[in-house]
C-alpha cells in the first residue's frame, strides 16, 4: 500500500491551482475518482437532495491506515506523486493531494477507511478540523460521508442551485466516469432510491447499454483506429440517427473524462456531409496516447488536458471516426435490431428508435416514479455477444478483391488501389441497385450513391486537386437571371477549379468553353444552371463552407438521376467508385445512399426465426 | 384476305420488318405486323411512329385484304415451321388462320384500320442515290452522334445534299466526324436534313450496296426507297449548329501516326486512365510522341512512338476513347493528325486516301485543371 506523504512546497506550487469543489457534482467527482485510484473494484454512491443534504461514497479499495487516513486530509498530502517529474505521464486521476481536504474544509466529513491488515479508523471533520479520531471496525475499503456542504462558505452557499439542478449535474459527473470505468461495478442512489446499478461491463458498448438501454448501444458505430501513436476507440452516433435523440458527448484520453472542443469538432468533420449542417453527433471517444503526449496538470477540476502535439491528435480522432462512418454498418439497417427480439415491430423503412431509458437524466430529478437506471439490456445477455462480435468485425461495405490485404478500408482512404470486387448488381425500378453481402441484401441508391461518388470528386477538384475540363465544339451560351450571374461570379474561380471555363460578356450573359466531364451522360448546361439557381439568394457563408456547398450542389446536379436505366458496366464502375469514397454509407444531404437487409431481418419476416 | 407464301419468303420478309417493332409499347397495335397483298404477293411493315418500314416479298394472292398480326408470335412461329408452303388466311377483321404441313395456328389479330397510316412522301422529285455511298457516309459519320438528350439536334446526323456532293456530319459536342463523296447528278436541288441514326441504321441494314436508291422529302419525314423496300423517318428540326466555323484551318502541327500502333498505344494507356474521362496526355515532338496518363487511386503509364512530325513541341491532353473511336473508322493504315493549341481542336483524317471521299474528323482537347 503506497504512503501519504506532504509534497514538497515546490512541487506543490507547480500544480494547476484553483477551485477543486464548487459544487457536490465535483465533490462526488473527486471521491469516486479517489476510491478508483485505490484499486476499487465496486463503488457506491449516495446522494442526498441533489447532494446539497449529504454525498457518501463507498469503495472497496486498499483503504488507509490511521497515520495515512489523518495524513490524507491535509493539503498537498498524496500518495500518487512524490516528485515534480512523477507529474509526467501520471496514471492516477490524483495528484494534487487537495481533494479530500478542499472539501473537508467546507463541510462536515466523516472518513472511515481500513486497510487490509489493521482495525480500522473513523476520523470526524467539522470545516477542515480535525474533531475526532476513533477506532472503528470495517471491511477492507473507505467510505466518505460528506454533509453540510458549503454551509461554512455563504458565498457558495448562494451559489448552489435547487436539488434537482445540482442532481443533474452528480449524475452527469458519475456518468462520465463509469463510461470511463466500465469494468467497476458502481451503484447510484437519490434519497435513498437505487437509480442506476452498473455491474462490471466488457466493454464501453457494455456500458452504455447499461446507462441508457442496449437497443441505444447497439444503434451504436464502433471507433477502432491507430494513427501513428494515437489509438482511438469507442462508438460514435449512425449519420442517420443524429438529431432524433439527445447528444451525447463523453471523451476520454487515457481513461481520463476530458471536456476537449477542439477533439469534439475533430470528430464531428468526419461526419461532414453525412449530415445536415447544424446537427451534433453523439461522440463516445476514448483516446490513448503516449502519457508523456499529454499534460494532465492544466486544470484545476482536472476537466481538461493539454497536447503536446495538438493537431494530429486531432487529425487522428477525424480520420478514426470517419474510418467507422465508412463501413457498412454505418448503414441505415431495415427493421428493428435483431437481436432486440423484434419486438420493436417496425415496418420496413421505419428503423425509430427510442430514446434509451434514461435519456439524460431523468426528468424529475430522480425522485419520480420512472427514474429507474436498472439496465434494460443486460450487458452479459445475448444482444451483447451479437454486437460485440459485430463490432470487432467492422464489416467493410465493399469488399477488396486480395482478401488477405488491408482490405476496402486502405482503398477508401486511397492509400492503395486495391481492387474491388464488384458482386452481381441487379437494377432495381431504374433507381436502386441491389446486390448480396454476407450480411445480408444491401440496396444502393444510385443517385445518392453517384452523388457521394462525385462530391467527392469537386471537393478533391476545389481542394487542390485535379479535374478534367472537356473544351467544347461549340461554347454553350447562358442567358442568367440577375441573381444567378452574381452567384456565378462570386463562385467563378471555384467553377473553373471543377472544369467550368467561361467568361462573362458583360450583362447576365456566360459563355462556357469547357466543362467538367463526370460521366458520359453529364448534362453541362442544365447542370450550372440548376446549380446557379440553387445557389441564388445563398448568405455569403465561409471559404470552407462554400466549397462544401458549391460541391455538393454541383454532385446533386451533376449526379445521374433515378429512373436511369444503367448498363451492367455502369453499374459495376460506380459500385467501385462507391467503395472508393471515404463515407460511401452516406450522401451528401445526410440520408444513406445504402441500406441494408440484414439476413436476420427477413428470416424473422418469413418465420424462420 | 388469303395467300399462300413460302416460308422462306415469309422468314425474310419478316426479318425485315421485325427490327423496326418497338419491344415495348403503349399503343398495341405497334406490336403488329401489317400485312397487305399486293399485285406480286405482300407487304408487310412495321413501326414505332417515328420509324416506318415496309417491304415486298412474292406470294400467291387468292384473295385481296389486309390485317396486322402480333409479330413476335408471327416471327417464332415462323422459324419453328416445317419446309412447306404457308397458307394465311382471315376470318372477319381480325382473326387469322395459318396453315403449314400438319401445323394449323389460329391468331388474333388487330384490324388494318387501327395501323398507323404512313406518312405521305412524294417520290416524285426524288434524289437518285447508290446505296453504296450512303453507306460509306454513314458508317462513317453516326459514330460521332450525341446519346445524351439535352441537345436533340445534336442526336441527329445533318446530311446536305448537293447537285454534286453529299456530306454527313455527326457531333456531341466534344467530337466531330464529317465525310463528303461526290455524286452525279443526284437529281432534286439541295436540301439539309436531320437524320435520327436509327433510321440510318435501319437504311444501312435493309439497302444492299448495289441498289440505287430514292429518296424523297415530306413535311417533315423523308423517305428512302428500293424496288421492294421503303423506310420512313421522322426528321429532327434544325438548325444544326454552325459546324463549319469550328473546323480549324490554321493547325500548324502535323503529325502522320500508323493508326494500328496509335490504337495500341491508346488502349494500353486507357486501362490505367480514370473510367469517368478517359484521359490521357500526348506530347508530341520531333519524331516522336510520348503518351502519359495519371490516375489518382490507380496509377501511371507511358508509352512512346515514332511519328513524322513537323511543327513546334506541343502537350496536350484528350479523353482517349474519343481517339480510338475515330481511329476505327478512320479507312487508312496512316492518319494525319493536326493541332494547334492545348486548347484547340485537333482533326483526323485518313493519309494517302485514294478514295473520292472527303473524311475528317476532330476532337476537342480535355484539360487538367490544376
Ligand atoms: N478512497 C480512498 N481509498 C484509499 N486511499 C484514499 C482514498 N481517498 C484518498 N485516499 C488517499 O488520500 C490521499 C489524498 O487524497 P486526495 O484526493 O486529497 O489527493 P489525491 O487523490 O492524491 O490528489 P487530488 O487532489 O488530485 O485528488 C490520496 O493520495 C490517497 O492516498
Ligand atoms: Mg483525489
Redesign the interface.
Known sequence: MPTVAVLPADVADQIAAGEVVERPASAVKELIENALDAGASAVDVEIFEGGRAGVRVSDDGSGMDRADALLALQRHATSKIRRAEDLVGVQSFGFRGEALPAIASVSHLTLHTAAERGPGTAVRVVGGTIERTEEAPRQRGTTVDVTRLFQNVPARLKFMRSARTEWRAVADAVTAIALARPSVHMTLSHDGRRVMTLPPAPTLRARIGAVWGAEYAESLLAVHDTHNATTVTGLVERPSDVGTRARRIHIAVNGRTIRDAGLVRAAEAAYRSTIPAGLRPSLMLELTIPADAVDVNVHPAKAEVRFRERWPTERAVEGAVRRALGVLSSAAAVGPRVWNGGGAGAGLGAPAYEAGPWNGVPPDGGNGSNGDYDPRGAPNGVGAEILRALASRGDPLFEAADAAGAGAAD?SR?EA?TEIAVPPLVQLRRTYLMFEHAEGVVLIDQHSAHERVLYERFM??LE???????????PLTLHLSAAAADAFDTHRALF????F?AEGFGGHTVVVH?VP???????A??CLRETLDALTGDRQPGTAARHERLAATIACKAAIKAGEELSPGEMR?LF??LA?TTLPAHDVHGRSTVVRLPWEELERRFGRR | MRFTISREKLQEGLAMVAASIPSKTTLPVLANILIETTDKGIRLSGTDLDIAVSTEVTADVEVAGAVTIPAKKLTEIARELMPSPVKVATAGEQRVTLECGQSKFKLLGIPRDEFPTFPSVRFADAWRIRSADLHQLISHTVFAVSTEESRPILNGVLWELRPDHMRMVATNGHRLAKMDVPIAGGGAGSSDLIVPPKALDQVRRLFPAEEDLEIARGENHLGFRSPLTSVFTRLIEGPYPPYDRVIPRDNDKIAIIDKASLSGALRRMVIVASDQTHRIRMSLNTGMVKFSVQTPDLGEAQDELAIRYTGDPLDIGFNASYLLEILRNMPTEDVRLTFKAPDNAATIEPEGWSDPAKYLCLVMPLRLVD
Open positions: 482503398a486511397g488501389a478533391g477538384a487542390g486537386g485535379s479535374m478534367a475540363s472537356q473544351h467544347l465544339l461549340f473553373s477549379r471543377l472544369g471555363e469547357s466531364s463526370p460521366h458520359p451522360r453529364f448534362d448546361e442544365r464502375s467501385v467508385a472508393r
